[in-house]
C-alpha cells in the first residue's frame, strides 16, 4: 500500500484475497464492481459489514472501489471466501468525471488528479489495461459536480449505465435513463465498427442495505478475477435489480444459437428470440433493436415468462431487452446479441 506522505508500507499477501474461489467452474455469477467503506468519503460501512451484506444479498463476487486509495486492498483477504470472491479496485474521482479501475494490482493507486482538458487520462487508462484490469466510466450523468462524465468513452471497456440508490430512495433515476439512453443510442455504430462497449450496473453502495441493488450478472468460465473481467469486457453479461430476477435471452436460426454478449450468423434466414424471466410480478418486457424498441409483452402477475419474437440479421443488426416494473422503473436489462 501506499501512505499519505507516498511512501511504500509493506503488506503481506496473505492479506489480500485470493484471485480465484477454488472449485467454482462455468456459470453465471452475480457481482457488485463499484462499493465503498468508511474508507471512501460518505462511506458508512466497514469492509466486515460490506462482506455480509454481498453474501446476504446473493452476491458471489465483489469489486473494493474505494475514492483515490488501496488503502482497503489488505483489509480483504480474511473476508473473501469459497462463496465470495473479492476483486481488487480503486474509483478515480477526477474533476470532469468519475471511473472504475477494476482488477488491479494489490496496492496499486490510480490517478484521478486531473481534468479532461488535460489530456492525462489515456495513460492511466493505459496502467490499468496493463495490469489486466478493466476500466469502466461511471456513472456518466450524476447530476453533481465531478460527477457528470466528460471523457470520451474511447479506451474505456465499459460504460455503467445503472448506478444505485447512494442518497436517493429510488433504484432507478433519471440520470440512468439518460445513461442507458446514450449507450443504447452507441450500440448500432459501435457494433457496426467491430467495437461495441458493454453495460453494467453497480449499487456505488455507501450505506446499509444498498449492496447488490444492482449487479451484474456474468457469464464466467469460474469464479476467478480473470474469468469474470473477461465475461464483462466480452459483454456475457446482464444487470438485476437484485437476486430474485432471473432472466435468459437467446436467439436462435436453425440449428444455431447465441446467448448475450455472442453473435449469431444467421445464414440470411429467420432468426427467433427467446426471453426467459422470473421475478418480476405483472413487469413489462421491451425488445430492442437498431431500429429502437420493436416489440412490447407484459409479464403475468406471478411475474414469470417466456416471450418470443421473431426478426432477422436484416431487419435487426442487435436484439437486446428491457425489463420494468408498472412503475417504470428498471427490473432487468441485457447486453445484445449480435445478428450477422
Known amino acids: ?21 477454488a472449485g467454482r467452474g462455468h456459470g453465471w455469477y452475480r457481482g457488485d464492481c463499484h462499493v465503498h467503506s468508511v474508507l471512501s468519503n460518505s462511506g ?19 469489486a473494493t472501489t474505494e475514492h483515490n486509495t488501496s488503502d482497503a486492498h489488505g483489509a480483504w483477504g480474511s473476508l473473501a471466501g469459497d462463496d465470495l470472491l473479492v476483486v481488487i479496485g480503486q474509483e478515480a474521482t477526477s474533476q470532469t468525471g468519475h471511473w472504475l479501475a477494476i482488477g488491479i494490482n494489490p496496492g496499486q493507486v490510480v490517478d484521478w488528479r486531473y481534468r479532461v482538458r488535460d489530456d ?3 495513460k492511466q487508462l493505459d496502467q490499468v489495461h496493463e495490469a489486466g ?7 456518466p450523468h450524476a447530476p453533481y459536480p465531478s460527477g457528470t462524465f466528460m471523457y470520451p468513452f474511447e479506451g474505456f471497456d465499459v460504460v455503467e449505465v445503472w448506478n444505485g440508490l447512494w442518497t436517493s430512495d429510488e433504484p432507478w433515476q433519471a440520470d440512468n435513463e439518460a ?19 458493454p453495460a453494467m450496473g453497480n449499487s456505488d453502495t455507501h450505506l446499509e442495505g444498498q449492496i447488490g441493488t444492482p449487479h451484474t450478472v456474468v457469464l464466467a468460465d469460474e469464479l476467478s478475477t480473470d474469468a469474470v473481467l ?20 437467446q436467439v436462435s436460426a436453425g440449428d444455431r444459437s447465441a446467448d448475450i454478449g455472442g453473435r449469431l450468423d444467421t445464414c440470411g434466414g429467420p432468426a427467433v428470440v427467446r426471453v426467459d424471466v422470473r421475478g418480476v410480478p405483472s413487469g413489462r418486457v421491451s425488445f430492442h433493436t437498431d431500429r429502437g424498441t420493436v416489440h412490447r409483452e407484459s409479464l403475468p402477475g406471478n411475474g ?18 428491457e425489463v420494468r416494473h408498472l412503475s417504470g422503473h428498471m427490473a432487468a436489462l441485457t447486453n445484445p446479441i449480435i445478428l450477422s
Open 44 to 62: 458508512e460501512l466497514t469492509p466486515e459489514q460490506l462482506a455480509a451484506g454481498a453474501r446476504a444479498a446473493g452476491l458471489d463476487f465483489i
Open 230 to 249: 473477461a465475461g464483462i469486457r466480452a459483454g456475457r453479461s446482464w444487470i438485476a435489480e437484485s437476486a430474485t430476477v432471473e432472466l435468459s435471452l
Open 133 to 139: 484490469g478493466l476500466c469502466v466510466a461511471a456513472h
Open 179 to 197: 445513461a442507458l439512453a446514450e449507450w443504447g443510442r452507441s450500440l448500432a455504430v459501435d457494433i457496426r465498427s467491430g467495437r461495441w462497449r
Open 304 to 321: 414469470s415468462g417466456v416471450l418470443e419474437w421473431r426478426t432477422s440479421a436484416e431487419e435487426s443488426a442487435f436484439v437486446r431487452i
Open 120 to 122: 492525462l487520462i489515456g
Open 1 to 21: 500500500m501506499v501512505t499519505d506522505d507516498g511512501t511504500a508500507e509493506q503488506v503481506s499477501e496473505s492479506q489480500f484475497p485470493p484471485r480465484r474461489v
